[in-house]
């Protein structure tokens, strides 16, 4: 018996507006010229919607144009930054700047992009009474505790009240002086 081969329907994404392409003015032109684009339709309601679909259109096909070349960019700029340090004997200071700079653009880009894709996550993900949610609230509980200090003999603190008797006489120690000398010098160079 033959098999037919039936092709599963891939559920195309929901369109985003990524918060990267504000760092591009050529997204805000696209925009602009998809809205204006002349309407096919009389009715106000369908005209928007034809807008909104032009704008979809051209923003995601100048996206994935764009922002695929940024990533290669990124990969070469980082190249041709070793390739500087390796050659650098002093003379080629201002170009890495330069090139570091413009690297550093680069990954930003990149840095925002994944900065939403994390929220987007988080808000689809985290609402919702998941075990995702919790461990992630778990996570963070547990790295923002201080659980037991060492004292000035090296004995181990692990009591609330030690901890904070602990944290209290360390910045009281910072930010005291036991042997003062000149206090006014100090004072005139606050004042001046």
């Excluded at 995601?60 to 940024?70: E, G, M």
């Excluded at 985290?126 to 200090?149: E, I, M, P, W």
């Amino acid at each position: 018996m033959e098999q037919l081969q039936v092709p599963r329907n891939r559920q195309q994404k929901p369109f985003r507006y990524e918060a990267c392409w504000l760092l591009k003015e050529e997204s805000s032109k696209l925009v602009e010229e998809a809205w204006r684009a002349p309407r096919k339709t009389v009715n106000k309601m369908q005209g928007t919607i034809e807008r909104l679909k032009n704008c979809k259109s051209r923003l995601t096909q100048w996206s994935k144009k764009t922002f695929d070349i940024a990533k290669r960019e990124v990969c070469a700029q980082m190249d041709y930054i070793s390739t500087l340090q390796e050659r650098n004997t002093g003379q080629l200071t201002e170009e890495i700047k330069q090139a570091q700079q413009e690297a550093n653009k680069l990954l930003e880009v990149e840095n925002i992009k994944w900065k939403q894709r994390a929220k987007q996550r988080w808000l689809s993900e985290g609402d919702r009474n998941t075990k995702y949610f919790h461990q992630c609230a778990s996570d963070r509980r547990k790295s923002n505790v201080v659980r037991k200090l060492m004292d000035s003999n090296g004995q181990a603190v692990s009591s609330k009240e030690g901890i904070c008797a602990l944290f209290q006489e360390y910045f009281t120690d910072i930010f005291t002086s036991s042997n003062p000398s000149k206090p006014e010098a100090c004072i005139a160079s606050m004042e001046a």
